[in-house]
Nanobody, 124 residues
Framework: QVQLVESGGGLVQAGGSLRLSCAASGRTVSSYNMGWFRQAPGKEREFVAAITTSGGRTYYADSAKGRFTISRDNAENTEYLQMNSLKPEDTAVYYC?????????????????WGQGTQVTVSS
């Protein structure tokens, strides 16, 4: 079993930055793809970014491209999401996820493990 715990969320003004962390425990996640998803009030969960096992490839939703950067430190069993130029529409609960290698990194079904989420609120 893999347990995932997010941290780093908070309240920030538009244009600001936050760095989310996701610490994994229970087993190493070096052989798992990792991802970030978010869910805003009244909306469905949506894909934000993903990174392959070695970190060699990254994928982003159009809304995140150019502003967010996903990374991982397999030695620390941790993944990160650096979010810059934040907008009010980025307000959501952000979830990290881990899953076996899959070609469907942008879908929730590709991930078998989820964190409890961390709130990100961007004020205008």
């Amino acid at each position: 079993q893999v347990q995932l715990v997010e941290s780093g969320g908070g309240l920030v003004q538009a244009g600001g930055s936050l760095r989310l962390s996701c610490a994994a425990s229970g087993r190493t996640v070096s052989s798992y793809n990792m991802g970030w998803f978010r869910q805003a009030p009244g909306k469905e969960r949506e894909f934000v970014a993903a990174i392959t096992t070695s970190g060699g490839r990254t994928y982003y939703a159009d809304s995140a491209k150019g502003r967010f950067t996903i990374s991982r430190d397999n030695a620390e069993n941790t993944e990160y999401l650096q979010m810059n130029s934040l907008k009010p529409e980025d307000t959501a609960v952000y979830y990290c996820a881990a899953g076996a290698p899959s070609s469907s990194l942008g879908t929730g079904a590709a991930y078998g493990y989820w964190g409890q989420g961390t709130q990100v609120t961007v004020s205008s």
